[in-house]
């Protein structure tokens, strides 16, 4: 209301996706109130995702890359040079590479195996090689192109981005680099949950590496955590409408 609304519209995602009466939730809204309403996919959550950040840089968003990373996915979204958007979807996201390090590297079962901390040296290195090796091989090639442009800007969403990276480099500032998360892989690696103080501590070490290993394979030098609102993308959007 506080933004004088003249029309509504109503989707969900992931949750709603999995759910077994999500849909349905959906169609009832819709019947009964005459909003549009629908359950998105990813893939429409990344475009709403990169439209929201477009929303809120403004004149700053010209030439832009929306990197999400959350617990269950990872988006990247781009301009491509026909006007259209370019999408990255991947389920190698906190939660899964967390498992995936617990399970390839310690070799420990993740069905009784929550946290893989402490991380030594050694199994830090496989997990960034690792890491490397998959964004290098399915991040499209335009994408780790235009990475190289220089005026690109990097903005990261999402949970990975805006809360866990910065909580390990020691506080949010407008920008984190390459090397700063590389300082903080460095000085984390080897401590247990309990050294970490959060809630989260069986994925901050992880999430490191994850960002790194993406970095380091695309040449992203920089990363702008960004708190955004998808509905603020669902404004721009008018298929939604």
């Given at each position: 209301?506080?933004?004088?609304?003249?029309?509504?519209?109503?989707?969900?995602?992931?949750?709603?996706?999995?759910?077994?009466?999500?849909?349905?939730?959906?169609?009832?809204?819709?019947?009964?109130?005459?909003?549009?309403?629908?359950?998105?996919?990813?893939?429409?959550?990344?475009?709403?995702?990169?439209?929201?950040?477009?929303?809120?840089?403004?004149?700053?968003?010209?030439?832009?890359l929306v990197w999400d990373i959350g617990g269950n996915s990872m988006q990247m979204t781009i301009r491509k040079p026909d006007g259209g958007l370019l999408f990255y979807l991947d389920p190698m996201a906190s939660i899964a590479f967390k498992n995936?390090?617990?399970?390839?590297?310690?070799?420990?079962?993740?069905?009784?195996?929550?946290?893989?901390?402490?991380?030594?040296?050694?199994?830090?290195?496989?997990?960034?090689?690792?890491?490397?090796?998959?964004?290098?091989?399915?991040?499209?090639?335009?994408?780790?192109?235009?990475?190289?442009?220089?005026?690109?800007?990097?903005?990261?969403?999402?949970?990975v981005h805006y809360y866990s990276v910065p909580e390990v480099l020691g506080g949010r500032k407008e920008t984190y680099t390459r090397d700063e998360v590389a300082e903080a892989l460095q000085k984390w690696t080897g401590k247990p949950d309990k050294?970490?103080?959060?809630?989260?501590?069986?994925?901050?070490?992880?999430?490191?590496?994850?960002?790194?290993?993406?970095?380091?394979?695309?040449?992203?030098?920089?990363?702008?955590?960004?708190?955004?609102?998808?509905?603020?993308?669902?404004?721009?959007?008018?298929?939604?409408?």
């Amino acid at each position: 209301m506080d933004r004088n609304a003249l029309e509504y519209s109503a989707v969900g995602g992931r949750i709603f996706q999995e759910a077994q009466n999500g849909r349905a939730y959906f169609v009832r809204i819709r019947q009964e109130t005459g909003i549009p309403s629908r359950v998105i996919s990813e893939q429409q959550a990344a475009m709403l995702g990169y439209h929201a950040v477009r929303q809120e840089l403004g004149d700053e968003a010209h030439d832009l890359l929306v990197w999400d990373i959350g617990g269950n996915s990872m988006q990247m979204t781009i301009r491509k040079p026909d006007g259209g958007l370019l999408f990255y979807l991947d389920p190698m996201a906190s939660i899964a590479f967390k498992n995936v390090v617990i399970h390839n590297i310690q070799r420990k079962d993740i069905n009784t195996t929550v946290s893989p901390n402490p991380v030594s040296t050694g199994e830090a290195e496989q997990a960034l090689a690792y890491i490397q090796a998959h964004a290098a091989m399915t991040v499209p090639l335009y994408i780790a192109n235009r990475v190289a442009h220089p005026g690109l800007t990097v903005a990261g969403i999402g949970g990975v981005h805006y809360y866990s990276v910065p909580e390990v480099l020691g506080g949010r500032k407008e920008t984190y680099t390459r090397d700063e998360v590389a300082e903080a892989l460095q000085k984390w690696t080897g401590k247990p949950d309990k050294a970490f103080e959060s809630e989260y501590a069986e994925s901050r070490l992880t999430n490191l590496i994850l960002v790194l290993g993406y970095m380091d394979a695309l040449g992203i030098k920089e990363v702008r955590p960004l708190k955004i609102n998808q509905a603020d993308g669902l404004f721009a959007t008018r298929e939604f409408w």
